[in-house]
């Protein structure tokens, strides 16, 4: 069939290509977006809108809410003999499109924090409260630590006496000697 000649395609959701030359495709391919990919429509319907010398101008359309809207477009299909063929295989094309956030999709968005239920969002408010709690508990360990460390321990050094008579500091009488080399002045 000459591309040209072709004015609309059907495209469905789950549904793949035909194909000679090249291994088979979804009809529809999501890319991204702002909107994501969840919210792909189940068929898409593409119109000729004209010839601008080198490929045909599409125009398509689907059934999607009014929060979503068709971003970047491009209508791909396998050519009969070889890749730039004017003349395409039957049922070979397919759809890649980015799927963007209306006005009003933004809107929703900003309102909810997030598309999804009611009970999605108060789930991912519960788990927010959960995590908040787990990092003060661990905040206020780590405070008990530094303070059993730094300022239970403040007791006054006292000097014992050895047998031989001398004062020496408390770390001498109750643990080995310094290694050699250590000065006593650096105590």
């Known amino acids: 069939?000459?591309?040209?000649?072709?004015?609309?395609?059907?495209l469905h959701?789950?549904?793949?290509?035909?194909?000679?030359?090249?291994a088979a495709v979804p009809q529809?391919?999501?890319?991204?977006?702002?909107a994501g990919c969840s919210h792909v429509p189940a068929v898409v319907q593409c119109y000729n809108k004209g010839w601008d010398g080198y490929d045909v101008q599409w125009h398509c359309q689907a059934d999607l809410a009014n929060t979503y809207r068709f971003g970047q477009m491009?209508?791909?299909?396998?050519?009969?003999?070889?890749?730039?063929?004017?003349?395409?295989?039957?049922?070979s094309c397919s759809l890649l499109f980015r799927l963007e956030l209306t006005e009003e999709g933004e809107r929703k968005v900003k309102n909810s924090g997030s598309f999804g239920s009611s009970y999605y969002q108060s789930r991912k408010d519960s788990s927010d409260c959960g995590a908040g709690a787990v990092v003060?508990?661990?905040?206020?360990?780590?405070?008990?630590?530094?303070y059993?460390?730094?300022?239970?321990?403040?007791?006054?050094?006292?000097?014992?006496?050895?047998?031989?008579?001398?004062?020496?500091?408390?770390?001498?009488?109750?643990?080995?000697?310094?290694?050699?080399?250590?000065?006593?002045?650096?105590?």
Do not use: H, M
């Not at 069939?1 to 059907?10: E, K, N, P, S, Y």
């Not at 959701?13 to 090249?22: A, D, E, F, K, L």
């Not at 529809?28 to 702002?34: A, H, N, S, V």
């Open 28 to 34: 529809l391919q999501c890319t991204g977006g702002t």
């Open 148 to 187: 059993k460390f730094f300022l239970s321990n403040q007791q006054p050094q006292q000097s014992f006496g050895d047998r031989d008579g001398f004062t020496r500091p408390s770390w001498q009488s109750q643990q080995a000697p310094p290694p050699p080399g250590f000065k006593s002045s650096f105590t």
């Open 74 to 91: 491009e209508v791909s299909c396998e050519g009969y003999d070889y890749p730039d063929d004017p003349y395409i295989l039957r049922g």
């Open 1 to 10: 069939v000459l591309l040209r000649d072709v004015q609309a395609l059907t």
């Open 136 to 146: 003060v508990i661990i905040l206020l360990a780590l405070a008990f630590g530094v």
């Open 13 to 22: 959701r789950g549904q793949y290509t035909t194909s000679r030359r090249t």
